[in-house]
């Protein structure tokens, strides 16, 4: 059976563990050995913790079996802290830090019952669309390693779609969940701002950063992020209640409903620098076209209205953002040249300015949401291009870099900054094997819509049964 268990979805993984056909710590040693075996290759991990994740395993058998994730394998993210776990937030400046106490979100995870094994790759600050850090190796796409998995949670969707762990957690301020899951073939969700109460967005500048799931299945990512939502509250119950799955989980398992879809290709970044969408891409947008058209959902393109403001706003806002990072202006030189960049400009950018960009976006949050106000949900391209080769993006030049990366991402930051929910769905591939997703962007509020419809498009299209060929290693 160990062999096999990577191949459960981690709704089964977790109706195992709470039958009893498996053990936690059976579980952890599954993959711990995969990780082990496999990820000198790829990336997916740049701490691992086997004896920590042994221990935990044999406390969670204590613990009510009905938690959200009872025994179920995790990875922290690296902009997470852990307490006693190093922390290194994908920088060589914070290579011996190792935090005292753990983040909202950790603890969130750990009272629904999960086990870190570990900390995922992530670039400097989660600040780029891509992880290639220079503390670490490259998060790789397993289909093919020559080529980057995007970022910034870029190691947790390797881990995934590798088959190193069932699920994983990410972090989202501008696509950060949603282009490693199109990179690497898995479902992504980035939620509604303020739905996940741990880091709900209201905490950095702007509210554009929320966490979600990354997951092989439509219902993986439910299961994930209903315990994101709920906070693991059955950890604190003397006697647990019969567990019957949560609201998101439900919405997918039920992928109920006939709705009405906008489609678009425009970007507000296309104003600002030459956003060209590639032919892989768009066939893939087009066999979402015609497979959500066939399950019955109204289909009608349209274009979003020109916002000249956008791009100035939102780099004002991501800069002012990278500002606030705790390094001393006489340590920048020991950043990567983008992360440097983006502080030394966040600190030279008046305040007066930074509040006309939030409130320009608040604005622009309020038109968008009254455009799109006609649809129950807008499919767009994923991104732009296919995965980018290892070491595209100019390593020096961060001006340019920064362009690379909108060209690169220009459909995901407008969900961020409007704080509406979207899910990346992946389905279709190139000649060559590689994944391709679509966007759904959700009205205010409107996972349930997102989840019913990518249960409805992966029925039909079965992307979790395609795998890189470390699956069966």
Known sequence: MASELHDLTALQQLDRLRHGEVSPGELVEHYLARIDRLDGELGAFVTVTPDPARERAAAVEALPHALALWGLPLGDKDLWRRAGVPTRFGSRLLADHVPEESDELVRVLDDAGAISLGKTNTPEFGLPSYTEPLANAPARVPYDTTLGAGGSSGGAAVAVAAGLLPAAPGSDGGGSIRIPAASTGLVGLKPSRGRVPAGAGFDSLGGFVVPGPIARTVTDAALLLDAMVDGGAYAWSTEAPAWDGGAYLNAAVHGEGRFQLGV??????????????????????????????????????????????????????????????????????????????????????????????????????????????????????????????????????????????????????????????????????????????????????????????????????????????????
Do not use: K
């Open 264 to 473: 678009t290709t425009d970007s507000p970044w296309s104003l600002a620098y030459d956003i060209r969408l590639e032919d892989a891409p768009r066939a893939a947008l087009e066999v979402a076209i015609a497979e959500l058209g066939a399950i019955g959902h109204g289909i009608e393109e349209f274009s979003l209205l020109p916002e000249e403001g956008y791009a100035p706003a939102f780099t004002t806002i991501w800069q002012g953002g990278a500002s606030a990072i705790p390094v001393a202006d006489e340590d920048l030189d020991r950043l990567e040249p983008l992360t440097a960049w983006l502080i030394r400009r966040g600190r030279e950018v008046p305040g007066s300015q930074v509040v006309q960009a939030l409130r320009w976006v608040a604005q622009y949050e309020r038109r968008l949401i009254g455009q799109l106000a006609a649809y129950d949900a807008v499919l767009t391209p994923a991104l732009a291009m296919t995965p980018r080769p290892l070491g595209w993006y100019d390593p020096e030049d961060a001006e340019e870099n920064f362009a690379q990366q909108c060209r690169f991402t220009p459909y995901t930051s407008f969900v961020n900054a409007t704080g509406l929910p979207a899910i990346v769905l992946p389905v279709s591939q190139t000649e060559d094997g590689i994944p391709l997703g679509v966007q759904l962007i959700g009205r205010p509020g409107g996972e349930h819509v997102l989840l019913a419809i990518g249960a409805q498009l992966e029925w039909r299209l079965q992307w979790h049964t395609r795998h890189p060929p470390q699956w069966d290693a």
